[in-house]
Structure formats: C-alpha cells, structure tokens
C-alpha cells in the first residue's frame, strides 16, 4: 500500500533552515509529481510547493518562493522540502502528498521560535 513518512522537523530559531524528507513506499515514485502542504494551527491546510515526475519542473505558494526549495531522489524514493530564512509564520505541520490518487503522510512539526 502507498505510504509516506516526513522527517525532519524541530524547533529552529527564525533565521535558520530545516530539511525535510518524506520516504514513499507502495508505488512506482518515479511516475508520479509530489506535493508538500502544511497546516497551522487554526488554519485551512495549504499548499507549498509541488515537483513533476522528471524532477525539472517546480511551483511554489507565493509565501515560501525563493526560501524553500523542492526536490526529488528517485533513487531514494523520496522527496525533500529545504527551507531556508524561516520565520514564525512557517510554523506549522507539514505533509507530504502525492496528489494523484490523494495520499497524506501523517506530517512533520516544524515550529519557528527563539
């Protein structure tokens, strides 16, 4: 069955940067494109970046574009979500998706606080 599991959040000052990871499993990674959204608290989840199969084309939510920065390792199966310059409106739960056929991860915390 399709699973996705994130790592890598934490607690970072405003400023820093976190990676996060997500190792799919279940399907042929390759052919599909793979989404990160996240949700703060009381918010409607959102999304924040998306990659295509070929790994060559990227799009990003207007809040993050030019600080995170998504990325693909078929060979790992995974798909990487590097942020950079956060700041303590990222701070939020963030998932990874695979949009065709909707699967959720259980998400990651990423908290933004000095």
């Known amino acids: 069955q399709v699973q996705l599991v994130e790592s890598g959040g934490g607690l970072v000052q405003p400023g820093g940067s976190l990676r996060l990871s997500c190792a799919a499993s279940?399907?042929?990674?390759?052919?599909?494109?793979m989404s990160w959204y996240r949700q703060a608290p009381g918010k409607v989840r959102e999304s924040v970046a998306y990659?295509?199969?070929?790994?060559?084309?990227?799009t990003y939510s207007g809040s993050v574009e030019g600080r995170f920065t998504i990325s693909r390792d078929d060979r790992k199966n995974s798909v990487y979500l590097q942020m950079n310059s956060l700041t303590p409106e990222d701070t939020a739960v963030y998932f990874c998706?695979?949009?065709?056929?909707?699967?959720w991860g259980q998400g990651t915390q990423v908290t933004i606080s000095s």
């Open positions: 998706y695979r949009p065709r056929g909707g699967y």
């Open positions: 990659i295509d199969p070929t790994g060559k084309s990227t």
């Open positions: 279940g399907f042929t990674f390759s052919n599909y494109g």
